[in-house]
């Protein structure tokens, strides 16, 4: 057997395993792509590929939102995409892009959002990052729950500032912001805790309650009694 038909017989194949059919079920949709679309980049996607016995093909399951993972495919097959207008929809895409470990594509999307030097808000994902912050933390922590719509958007309070906010209190309090789970008739309802050592505090705002609050003096209000 000669060098040049070992070499075609490696080609041949490769070629053959490229247009392999791979299923993948993202958070419950199943999605049709090829052995090769999946490993033409570094990442988790290739990783698990890799990870899969010879002759498998899928499905993969993949614990995710599959809101837009046909994104990422065609990122994978053209090595570039067009990202949406709207900043919410660049900041899932980045968070996915993180998950996938798609490096240029978490560039893209950073470079398509806003750049903003004069302070950063600093979110909390899960109960996890919570409790790592709150149980020794160096100085006291404010954790801020807010509300999220049925539309995906987060109603700020109307008298909160947030520069201004961040300015007055960042020296004194660690502040972060975490995802709020809440019931629909909940959503208009920010909650906020605060933690010094071993104590901890927890009130809430309405934008609804009557007869009007601010937000800002009921937090004041707390942050003096707690």
């Known amino acids: 057997m000669t060098i040049k038909y070992c070499l075609l017989v490696f080609f041949l194949l490769k070629i053959c395993t490229a247009k392999i059919a791979i299923h993948v079920d993202v958070g419950g949709t199943m999605f049709k792509t090829t052995l090769f679309t999946l490993t033409k980049m570094d990442g988790t996607l290739k990783t698990l590929v890799e990870s899969m016995e010879s002759g498998d093909t899928g499905p993969i399951f993949i614990d995710r939102s599959p809101e837009h993972f046909n994104l990422i495919l065609n990122y994978l097959r053209d090595e570039e995409v067009n990202l949406p207008d709207s900043e919410e929809d660049v ?35 899960n109960d996890m990052d919570l409790l790592q912050i709150t149980t020794t933390p160096e100085k006291a922590v404010i954790v801020f729950y807010y509300p999220v719509t049925v539309h995906g958007k987060v109603r700020w309070p109307e008298d909160l500032e947030v520069k201004s906010f961040l300015d007055k209190y960042d020296d004194e309090y660690e502040i972060y912001f975490k995802r709020a789970q809440m019931t629909r008739a909940d959503r208009e309802e920010w909650m906020w805790s605060i933690h010094k050592g071993d104590d901890r505090g927890d009130f809430k705002y309405h934008r609804h309650n009557f007869p009007k609050q601010s937000f800002i003096t009921l937090f004041e209000d707390s942050v003096k009694a707690f």
């Open 91 to 125: 900041r899932e895409i980045l968070k996915e892009a993180d998950y996938y470990s798609l490096e240029d594509l978490v560039e893209q999307c950073k470079s398509k959002l806003p750049q903003d030097p004069s302070y950063t808000l600093k979110f909390l994902e």
